[in-house]
């Protein structure tokens, strides 16, 4: 008993450190997001790292070494919007960067806008910059810079400042739903910067950019807490160690040079990942690896047939985009039929395809269950197909009309959070978290409010 009692005191009295280490409130929080970021090629090239980038987040920080998310399927845009709001897709509502509108069954960006051509309106909760600003009575400065739009603008949350991405002239751009000041910077910026995007590293422009939002906004130089949301882009092609050292040598420039202005004890940094990776095209047959093709277009074809056969000639299904089925209501609703019995109907239509492992309908996934926990947190009916299909690993899932392949993985990908600053201790915790109790650790650290779906205790 005296054993466990022992380890027990221990971790509280961690905790209580790192509690009371935050006695004073950082001027700016600076949220580091890197894509595809993962422990193994972190890990990989540790010998080789400055003393000011990685190396000093992993030594001087407090270290979560296991984390993950809560919801599944993961890419950049769900990731970003479960990192700034503390909640999942299904109750932010950004199940993904693409999703299929159910009026026009055309695909629609997350942050696409009729009025504003993009904004962070899909975003169906508060962010943790939402409720900095509440607090603060519209103080607090905020911004979210990234090479897309999607990451800028969910980063960034509503009541944002500013949200800058890289346009298609590779020239940094804006919307028109953030206030005129915002644009005028941005605008004022691109004409006196002299690099050209196209001819250096992506990183290092985001960084440079966010430099020049810290010092032009006068950032972190009051009490009133600022916050800056930075996405880092992958590897997009590069060789792992190259990409992993010039990653290095940014987040050292960043951190640096932000410490230096701001002070370390003044700025809490958090660093972590989309938890994404990129498909990497294998070709299993050529290793005697089980593989093979299944043809969403073609199978919601038959589907369509097999419906037909039961219930008399219509479209019943609306579309498909990626290895969703969307269903027609409105003709389900004029035949009189029971929504639950065509979900059924189909589900057992599809599981008798080749390489569909799982089915998963709306009903299911809105219901939920200790053994779909993960599905039913990434899933809202608002975006989302009626049926989802879980191919086998390893097959690929292909579209002709729309032109998607991708082959499909579970494979977990590791990643860290670290907090470094403002008066954090280093520390290593291996227990396995995930990325929700970021924002509310960090209303905890600026002492106001988590979002609003936000349910995750705070990590410390």
Known sequence: MNKYLAILLAVLSSTEVQAQNLKSVPRLVVNITVDQLRNDLLEQYAQMYSPDGIRKLTTQGLVYESSGYSFSPVDPASAIASLSTGSAPHYNNIIGTSWLNRSTLRPMSCVDDQKFVA????????????????????????????????????????????????????????????????????????????????????????????????????MGRDAVTDFLAVTLSGAKGKLNEEYYLSLDRTLANLISQIEGEIGKDNVLFIVTSTGCEDEEKTDYSKYKVPTGTFYINRTANLMNIYLSAIYG???????????????????????????????????????????????????????????????????????????????????????????????FRLGLVSFPIVFYGAGIQPQRVTAPVTVDRIAPTVAKAIRIRAPNACTAEPLF
């Open 119 to 218: 904004s962070p309106n899909q975003l169906s909760v508060s962010t943790i910059s939402d409720e900095l600003k509440i607090a603060t009575n519209g103080a607090a400065i905020v911004y979210g810079l990234g090479e897309n739009k999607e990451t800028a603008i969910l980063s960034s949350g509503h009541a944002a400042d500013g949200a800058v991405w890289m346009g298609a002239d590779h020239k940094w751009t804006t919307s028109a739903y953030y206030p005129a000041e915002s644009r005028k910077w941005i605008e004022s910026y691109q004409r006196v910067s002299s690099t050209d995007a196209k001819m250096t590293d992506v990183n290092d422009q985001i960084c440079k950019l966010a430099l020049e939002c810290v010092r032009s906004h006068a």
């Open 313 to 407: 000639q219509g479209r019943y299904v609306d579309g498909c985009f990626k290895n969703q089925i969307f269903l027609n209501h409105q003709l389900i609703d004029q035949k009189q039929l029971s929504l639950n019995d065509v979900l059924n109907r189909s589900q057992e239509f599809l599981l008798q395809n080749a390489g569909v492992k799982d089915v998963y309908t709306s009903t299911q996934l809105l219901r939920g269950g200790n053994d779909i926990v993960k599905l039913h947190n990434g899933y809202c009916s608002e975006n989302a197909g009626d049926l989802i299909i879980g191919i086998n690993p390893g097959w690929q899932l292909k579209n002709e009309v729309t032109g998607e392949n991708y082959t």
